[in-house]
């Protein structure tokens, strides 16, 4: 029998991408869409969809285990730059939904949990080049804490009551279906729109502010395969680092000049360089490609070339 699927926080930059494509996958019907939106998002009405806020432990717990759902992918969160506006509720945020789902698979209501890190889980004082999968990991934001957090209960629970959960450390994210969503690693995505649109683009990063990125079709792929891989190949249960490509706002925009010559950029830093400035430059994930074989498809080169050719101004027009 095929699984039954949850996505909360479906309506969001990697929630939307994965609910299509484990759909695809799965067949619509099996794949469930959840999100705070009272109406479902338009690429999302193929399938079954629940207005559902994770906080709402009670409502969660009972769609959970009525609708017999085997596998949650839990997306909801509060993204770096937006956490630090709110601390405490990016805490309450990123936290209790976590809770809800792990003492659901505690439980035995669910088979799988997939629940996403990020590379702010990292700090000042680790290792900034070819960051290793076990280094000192001392976040100094609102985001990197709470994910660092999440990744331990997210361990304690495989390790002490058996619950199949799994993780990724998802880098910079860029895709061209959605907007940017409040994230320090945003402007390499916001760049694209401005290049198409012919303004001049201002960077909030520093142009030497190299940052771990990766195209959101791989990062769709990576979640999948990690999610359908044997449980015995899964060696780490906190969380998987993960690699696509590496660059800097000015080798981003000198990649993006190569197709537009006319195009040009400045470098304006604001409150999210510091974010930055703590963050990894390059990451190093073998334990990812020995373990379930993880292998990305695409460089900075190909990634400009996709977002070029298929960025829609019209959805910042009418956002």
């Known amino acids: 029998m095929m699984s039954k699927i949850l996505v909360i926080g479906a ?6 991408e994965l609910v299509l494509s484990l759909r695809e996958l799965k067949g619509d019907e099996h794949v469930f869409a959840a999100d705070l939106k009272d109406d479902c998002p338009e690429k999302l009405v193929g399938g079954p969809y629940v207005k559902m806020d994770v906080l709402d432990k009670e409502f969660v717990r009972s769609f959970i ?5 085997d596998e949650v992918y839990l997306l909801a969160a509060l993204l770096s730059a937006t956490a630090e506006k709110n601390p405490a509720f990016a805490w309450k945020l990123n936290m209790e939904g976590l809770f809800t789902i792990l003492d659901l698979a505690k439980e035995k209501h669910l088979k799988k949990v997939f629940w996403p890190s990020s590379i702010a889980v990292f700090g000042p004082t680790t290792p900034p080049e070819n960051t290793p999968q076990l280094t000192i990991m001392e976040p100094s934001t609102v985001y990197g804490i709470s994910k660092l957090a999440g990744e331990r209960w997210c361990e304690y629970y495989a390790n002490n009551y ?11 994210l860029i895709s061209y279906t959605s907007l940017p969503g409040g994230g320090t690693t945003d402007y390499a995505v916001d760049i694209f729109y401005q290049a198409k649109l012919g303004n001049e683009f201002t960077s909030f990063l520093k142009e030497d502010t190299t940052l771990p990125m990766m195209y959101m079709e791989d990062a769709i792929r990576a979640t999948i395969e990690l999610m359908e891989s044997d449980s015995d190949n899964i060696k780490i249960r906190s969380s998987y680092n993960l690699s696509g490509c590496s660059f800097s706002p000015k080798e981003l925009t000198e990649e993006i000049q190569k197709l537009m010559p006319e195009f040009k950029a400045k470098y304006v830093p604001d409150f999210r360089q510091d974010i930055a400035d703590t963050w990894p430059r390059s990451i190093d994930d073998s334990n990812a490609r020995v373990d379930w074989g993880w292998k990305e498809k695409f460089s900075t080169e190909s990634l400009v070339k996709v977002m070029l050719n298929h960025v829609d101004v019209n959805l910042l027009k009418n956002s």
């Open 65 to 69: 285990i009525k609708n017999k759902i």
């Open 162 to 172: 058996g619950v199949d959960v799994r993780s990724i450390r998802y880098p910079g």
């Open 11 to 16: 309506g969001g930059q990697i929630g939307t």
